[in-house]
C-alpha cells in the first residue's frame, strides 16, 4: 500500500519507513517549552505568511517524520521548525495523517494534478468523435478512461461530458423544443423530490442533452408557476418514460400546452398580458 503513495516526479516514499524509526512519543513536550516560539509562529500563520499547502518532497517528509518524533504531535511547534517554504499547521497535520494511513495500510488518497479545461476545439472535438465511434465498433467495453488516455489531456469525465451533451450523434440541437418535450420535463422536475437529469434524457430518447434538459426546465417551471398565481394547481401526469406515454386529450395538459404557446413565443419564457391570459381562462 505504502508503493502506492508518489511525489510529483514519480518516486515512492516506501524508503522514508526504512529509515526512520516511527516511535513517536505519545506525550508532547512540555507546555512552555519554545512557549516564544510557538507564540511567534502563531502569530506569522494569523498574518498569512504562512503556506496552507506546500510540495512535499522526500526530504521535507522526513523532516516532518523525524520533528513529529522528537517533539510529539504538537503542531505549531513542528510546523514553526519546519525548514524550506513556511506552512501552517493545518498542512503538517494533514501531510503527517497521510503518512500513518499509509504506514497501517490503508488506502490513501493522493491529490492528482488537473488536467486542463481549455475551450475544447474543432479538432479536438472531431478527434473525440473518431474515438467514440472506433472504440464502440472495435472494443466489447467501452471505456471514457481510455478515452481520456487517448485523448491524452484531458479527463474521462471531461470527454464524456463533453461528447453526451455536444457531439452525440442522436441530438436534436436545432429543432425547438416541443409541447410534449417541455411537459415531460415538467412532470419529472415537478414529480420528484430527486432530479436526474440523466433520466429525463433518456425518456426522451438522448435527443436532449442533460445540460439542454436542465437549462429548459426553467421555462416550464414558470409556465407552471404562472398558473398556479392564478390559482390553478396542473394535475401532471406521473411516471412518464417516453413522449408515447403523454396523454394528449387530457385538460391539464391542454391548458399547459396553450399557455406555454403564449409564454414561449421567443426562446425564452415571456409573460404574457393580463388580457390574453384571460382570453385562455375564459376559453377553458
Known sequence: MIENIRYEDGSSIKHLFDMINLSIAEEGADEGE???????????????????????????????????????????????LMSGTPCSTIAVYSRYKTLQRAIK????????????????????????????????????????KKISEKMGDRTSSQCRYRYINYLSPFLNTSGKFTA?????ILSHVMGHDKISWVKISQALSYTRSEVHVRSRSQSTINIYLLLKSYGINLKLQKNITSLDQIDTSDPDYILFEKTRELCLCHKYFVRPSEEALKKLFISH
Request: proline content about 2%; hydrophobic content about 30%; overall charge positive.
Open 34 to 80: 519554545n512557549a516564544e516560539l510557538e507564540n511567534a509562529a502563531m502569530s506569522r500563520e494569523k498574518e498569512g505568511e504562512f503556506r496552507r499547502f506546500r510540495n512535499w518532497t522526500p526530504e521535507s517528509d522526513k523532516e516532518l517524520l523525524q520533528l513529529v518524533e522528537k517533539h510529539g504531535e504538537k503542531w505549531t511547534k513542528v510546523a514553526s
Open 105 to 144: 495500510g490503508k488506502v490513501v488518497k493522493i491529490r492528482k494534478k488537473h488536467k486542463p479545461t481549455s475551450k475544447w476545439s474543432a479538432e479536438d472535438s472531431e478527434k473525440l468523435k473518431n474515438l467514440v465511434t472506433e472504440s464502440l465498433e472495435k472494443e466489447e467495453i467501452f471505456s471514457w
Open 180 to 184: 410534449k418535450e417541455d411537459y415531460l
